[in-house]
Structures are given as C-alpha cells and as structure tokens.
C-alpha cells in the first residue's frame, strides 16, 4: 500500500527551541493535513493545505505543501510543554465511493514530541 | 468543524465475543470513515460509510469482521467481531469532505 515517510521518529527538545518535522511520499496528494493527537485523545487537525508551494501559519506552527505535492514539512517555533504529543502528517487523495467524491487519507508514522520545561 | 462523539470510550472483552461502537455527529454529513490504531502506531483506514449504500473496505478489512452500519446522515456504528487480542486498539470514527477530516475521541479496546 501507499506509504508515507515521517521523519523524524521522536525528537526531545528544551523549551523553547524551535521544532522541524516532515513527510516525504512517492506518490502525489492533493492535499497534506497535520494533527495532533494528545495521550487518550483523538487526533486534532492542525493546519490543512491545498495547493502545491503553499505555506500556512497558525499561531506558532507553520506548515508547506511541496512544489512537487509529494512531501510537506510542520515547523514549531518556540515550543512550550503543552506542545508534547505525537504529531501526524496525512495526505489526501480524492476518490469515489457510491457516486460520492470524498478525501482518502494516508497517514506518517508520527513524530513523538518531548518538550522539557 | 463537526463535534463527534463515540460510545464506549473503552472497554475491556473476552476473546470471541463482538463489541459495537456508536459514533455520532452534531452535523449532517456525507462520508463517515473508522480508523483503528494499534498499539504505538500510526491511524489505518477500516472502511468508508456512505449513508444508504454498502461501506467500502479498505485491503486486510472484511466486512464479516468489521460490520458498519450507517442508518442516517449523523450516525454509523463498527462491530468489531469475534474477538481476538490482535483486535485490542483504538478504534477512530472520522467525518470530512475533500478538504479535511475531523475525528472523534477514540474507543479504546482491550481484548483479553
């Protein structure tokens, strides 16, 4: 099946520094979603990006959908302790189900985030 | 962004026996999708519910171990039938269109 390379696996960090994750496919997506997932959470998207070169900011975070469509990158500036939890990249294809077109995600491995105070 | 919510938020079963997870949603939507999440692992798609038609499966998922049922546009249950402690996860309901997804908080499953 289609895999989505997410680097790097786990990163620990003082606060404060700034942080850098990607993801990196073989095949095309029309869109790359990042979430968050916090321990006995679901995951809670993030920033959502549409168009190839795009570069969307929320708040610290930063994130860039590749001119190529096949890798995005999640930047954390300043990071704070409550920023530890495990972070996902997720690329969308759309298909169709039933007559019905809708966006079929393939998730990273996850980047575990270890903030020390 | 839809509020979803799953019942159970965990539980504990016997090997051999099945377990039903509700998920509901405060908004009318079209495609609803569950996700399971081994143990340290990442999210993989189970299938797809598209309310009024049969769900769609994704490779390694079968309907006659993971029934869906889809009865309205706010509503759609997973069993996770006949047991086994390869089955312990959690299990992940999530609405979206082409744009994004949102998920629910996760039942949380621990087969003995």
């Known amino acids: 099946g289609q895999q989505l390379n997410q680097s790097p696996q786990s990163m620990f960090i003082q606060e404060g520094e700034d942080v850098s994750m990607n993801c990196t496919s073989s095949s095309i997506f029309n869109t790359w979603l990042w979430y968050k997932q916090d321990p006995g959470e679901g995951p809670v998207l993030l920033i959502a990006?549409?168009?190839?070169?795009e570069l969307t900011s929320n708040g610290r975070l930063t994130a860039q959908f590749g001119i190529t469509r096949k890798d995005s990158f999640l930047n954390i500036s300043a990071s704070i302790p409550s920023d530890v939890g495990i972070y996902f990249c997720a690329g969308q294809k759309r298909t169709n189900a039933g007559g019905t077109s809708y966006g079929k995600l393939t998730f990273g491995q996850g980047t575990i985030l270890t903030v020390h105070p | 962004s839809a509020v979803i919510s799953q019942k159970p938020s965990r539980d504990i079963c016997q090997r051999g026996t099945s377990l039903t997870i509700q998920c509901q949603v405060d908004?009318?939507?079209?495609?609803m999708f569950w996700y399971r999440q081994q143990p340290g692992q990442s999210l993989t798609l189970i299938a797809t519910a598209n309310q009024g038609s049969e769900a769609t499966y994704e490779s390694g998922f079968v309907i006659d171990k993971f029934p869906i049922s889809r009865p309205n546009l706010t509503f759609s249950t997973l069993t996770v039938s006949n047991m086994s402690p390869e089955d312990s996860s959690i299990y992940l309901c999530s609405v979206g269109d082409a744009g994004t997804q949102y998920f629910g908080p996760g039942t949380r499953l621990l087969v003995l």
């Open positions: 990006l549409y168009k190839a070169g």
């Open positions: 908004s009318q939507v079209t495609m």
